[in-house]
Every structure is written in C-alpha cells, then in structure tokens.
C-alpha cells in the first residue's frame, strides 16, 4: 500500500511538471496562431510524458493523461480568453464529471508502476526494437491528436463565449448521462470480477446484457455531447464533425476488435455474447432461443 501510494505522489509531480511545461511553451509561442499554441503545449506535455515512460520503463504513465489533461486544456482557454459565460462554464462542467470519474476509476484500478497495460505488452512483444517509436506515436501522441482534434470546437466556443441554447444544454446532458452510463457499467464490472474471481466468465448482466461495451458506448457519447455543444455556437454543420467521427471509428474498427480477440483467447464461449448482444450501442438482444431459430432458417 505505501508503495502504490508513493507512486501516485511520483505520477502526480510527473504531471504537474508536464503541465507546467505545457504552459510555458504556451506563453513562449504568443506569435503563434492560438490553436497552434494549445496544439504545441499538449504535445510538449506529452513528449515529458514519453520521457518519464521511457525513463521508468513503463508506457502506462501516459493513461491518466486522456482524462486529466482536456479539462485543463478547457479551463486554461477559459483563463485565456476571460470566457466565463454560462455556456462555457457548463461545458467546462459537464466535461470535469466526465474527467473525474475516468480518472477517480484508473486511480481505484491502478496498482503502482509495476503494472503495465497488456496492449503496451503486446506492442512490444511484437517489435521490441520499435518499441521506442510504437510509445511514442502509438500509445502517446497518437491518443493526444485524437482527443485534441474533439477539443478544437470547445476552445473556438470558449473564445466566441456564446449565449447557451437547447442545444448546448442537450450537448451538456449528454455527457453528463454519458459519464453516469460509464460509472454504472464500470461498477457492474467490477461486482462481477469480485463475484467470480478466478473464472473465466463473460459478463452478461445490467447494462452489458445490451452493449458489449457500454463503458465505450459511454466514452464516445462524451465527444458527441461536446461536439453538440460546439453545434451550438457554430450553427451548422462544418469540418469538425470530423471529431466525434474519428473518435467512434477509433473504439469501433480498434479499441474493441482488438479487446474482443483478447477475450476470446480464454473465453471461446464469447463469440455466442457476440452474435446476441449489440457491439456499442445499447440495443435489444437476441435471446438464445432467437439465434438458434436464425440458424436453422437459415
């Protein structure tokens, strides 16, 4: 225990010099376009990151980085811009439940820095030698894009500071629903491991008797909210519905292929929860009786 405590202390100055890095090439790039600036301070943060990571020997460092950092991001745009309206100030809102709970959730799980995620695993063993190079631009800056890029309408209503409407209000709801879907499943999860500890169990009760992954479904109807909440002040459709799009295709065609075949290495009964129950989105199922009457019409 005091060892996995001494370790959060560790991660928590690691990320205060990152984000103090962060700000300084903020400041120091006032030539510079202001959404460049906000682009360069979260890659330098990054890049410190990454070298603490190699430095430890331990990708992982970087997890809590795509919860923490969007909030500061946000509240940092608010300071600059001296944007304080309410609608800014919901979103900032609605985006912090969101940060809390992902990271208060990585916090409970995490077990010190001799954990390491199996994917950064699975990396390496798959080419040690790029391993340097697949942490770099894998693990870090390929994450820190993708959540930059939902952020980039966040920061343009920050600077505009519009008048809230219904649809900033939805934009907020839906996050803060999104976050609420996300405790709840994370929470099934965790009862269930504890209730069968040791098995090899897929599980098959509350919200994931609909969703394969409700906690993903959750994650990406957080960047759809802030895009609405963009939509908001932009009033149209225009180039960064590219946001929430990039997000969804990231857990639907990565993120969870590539966790349902690790599953289905020590659960070969997952591929029948697969043909009954909704990929993301929460969706009636099909009950056994149902799959077994397709197969024999077929």
Not at 48 to 74: E, G, Q, R
Not at 127 to 155: D, E, H
Not at 247 to 257: D, E, G, R, Y
């Amino acid at each position: 225990m005091q060892k996995r405590g001494m370790s959060f202390i560790v991660i928590f100055i690691l990320y205060i010099l990152s984000i103090t890095l962060g700000i300084l090439t903020f400041i120091y790039l006032n030539q510079w376009p202001d959404i460049y600036r906000f682009l360069a301070a979260d890659i330098v943060s990054t890049l410190l990151i990454y070298l603490f990571s190699v430095i430890i020997k331990n990708a992982s460092l970087y997890d809590p980085y795509w919860s923490v950092i969007p909030p500061i991001i946000l509240i940092g745009a608010a300071f600059y811009y001296n944007s304080f309206g309410f609608s800014v100030i919901l979103m900032i809102a609605a985006l912090l439940i969101w940060s809390i709970r992902l990271t208060y959730n990585w916090a409970s799980l995490w077990t010190g820095f001799d954990e390491i995620d199996w994917r950064y695993q699975a990396m390496e063993e798959k080419a040690p030698k790029l391993y340097l190079l697949t942490n770099l631009f894998g693990i870090q800056l390929f994450p820190t894009s993708i959540v930059f890029i939902q952020l980039i309408g966040a920061i343009y209503l920050i600077e505009a500071g519009p008048r809230s409407t219904l649809l900033t209000f939805i934009g907020a709801l839906i996050i803060i629903a999104a976050a609420i879907i996300q405790l709840i499943s994370d929470q099934q999860m965790k009862r269930f491991k504890q209730k069968h500890l040791g098995e090899k169990k897929c599980i098959e009760e509350g919200l994931w008797q609909y969703s394969r992954h409700p906690n993903y479904f959750g994650e990406v109807m957080v960047w759809w909210g802030l895009y609405l909440m963009y939509l908001s002040y932009a009033k149209t459709l225009d180039l960064w519905i590219i946001s929430p799009l990039l997000m969804t295709a990231l857990f639907l065609f990565i993120s969870i292929p590539w966790m349902e075949r690790k599953i289905i290495k020590t659960r070969p009964e997952y591929r029948d929860y697969q043909k009954r129950v909704s990929m993301l989105i929460p969706f009636f199922r099909k009950e056994k009786e149902e799959q077994e009457a397709t197969y024999k019409n077929a």
